[in-house]
């Protein structure tokens, strides 16, 4: 028998800690609706779950630095609301869907502390022009930083393979739907005009007129990219299968399966080691270890991230009347949460090595 364990029970201790170093959460905030008004809260808010990527007051880091009058001048209110509640899919930036409305407020507050917006105006007209003639302008002004595909680098979500060690900052993936659903054509249009100063971001109203700017906007509009991937919902983080063979004989045929997968098998490790003294360690709960060195290093360079869910573990447990489960992750159900398809196609294969071993096992 498969059971999918359900929420919050079912997330092993690696992809909770994965869960908050990702988001920046407790498990105490996702349940925190708590109205929030003041700019002090704000700051505290944005400190808990913004700083790690944007560094205290908003100064940079793997994030943009919000904080320069450049960046935090170019984004309207409405801009920054959207961007907090839908992230960036696939990308560093991720939707905070756990936040109250007056959470995100009392955000955006704060972060007009550092300045008001420059835009003259800020409308949702929509650029009408030539997709075809902004291609061109687009390959001979913006493609070195923002991909050739806008996606901000050739694979990836940013971490380590976006950007040259020189540059302070990641370009954006101007594909991105969350970038594109954030920002209106007019504030597109005044970031390429007037750049950001102290970023990598040049300003082009000296170079570009004010109509093959048009023609750039109408071919970024054009190349918006739609995710196939589904975000997680309650969908369990954890399998567990019910052995039909001892612990014992269950241990040696996951074993022997997983070699003949041509996975390489670490030294088995008891559940409990490390937590407990040796002589207290149940020797009846073990974790098999094992990898395939190709699919590791395919996953990594799509999202380094995961490498805390590496490397492949099935845990044996024997319960007190006798019953043998075998545990892994839902590697699938943990791919969600990067909303990234790359990662998913690179988890799928994972998660089927993991159903053809457990369906040899059971057989």
């Not at 907090?84 to 955006?108: N, W, Y």
């Not at 008891?270 to 407990?276: D, P, R």
């Amino acid at each position: 028998m498969i059971t999918k364990l359900p929420l919050p029970f079912s997330i092993p201790l690696s992809a909770l800690v994965l869960v908050t170093l990702i988001f920046g959460i407790s498990t105490s905030t996702l349940a925190d609706t708590t109205p929030v008004n003041s700019t002090q809260e704000g700051e505290l808010l944005f400190k808990k779950h913004c700083t790690s990527c944007h560094g205290i007051n908003g100064t940079g880091s793997i994030g943009l630095p919000l904080s320069k009058p450049s960046v935090i001048q170019s984004m309207t209110n409405d801009y920054i609301h959207k961007t907090i509640r839908s992230g960036r899919p696939g990308r560093l930036m991720p939707a905070f869907s756990q936040l109250s409305d007056d959470d995100v407020e009392a955000i955006t507050q704060f972060m007009r502390t550092w300045g008001e917006v420059k835009l003259i105006t800020d409308t949702a007209e929509t650029v009408i022009a030539d997709p075809a003639k902004g291609k061109l302008l687009y390959t001979a002004h913006c493609q070195q930083c923002h991909g050739k595909q806008l996606q901000g680098s050739d694979e990836g979500t940013g971490v380590t393979f976006s950007r040259e060690r020189k540059l302070a900052i990641m370009a954006p993936a101007l594909n991105n739907p969350g970038f594109q659903d954030a920002i209106s054509d007019h504030a597109l249009l005044h970031i390429i005009q007037q750049g950001r100063e102290g970023t990598p971001m040049l300003a082009y109203k000296e170079r570009l007129s004010h109509t093959d700017t048009h023609h750039l906007i109408s071919y970024i509009r054009s190349q918006k990219r739609t995710l196939a991937t589904p975000k997680t919902g309650n969908e369990s983080f954890t399998i567990i299968v019910d052995s039909p063979h001892s612990f014992d004989e269950t241990v040696k045929l996951i074993q022997e399966t997983v070699r003949s997968h041509n996975f390489r098998v670490f030294p088995n490790r008891f559940l409990e080691q490390g937590l407990t003294d040796e002589f207290s360690v149940n020797k009846r709960q073990i974790i098999i270890r094992f990898c395939n060195f190709n699919k590791l290093y395919a996953a990594l360079k799509i999202e380094p991230r995961i490498g805390t869910l590496l490397p492949c573990k099935i845990t044996i447990v024997e319960n007190e009347d006798g019953s043998v489960q075998m545990v892994y992750t839902h590697v699938e159900a943990v791919s969600k949460i990067f909303n990234n398809d790359l990662l998913a196609e690179a988890f799928k294969e994972i998660e089927e090595s993991y159903s053809d071993i457990i369906d040899e096992v059971t057989l």
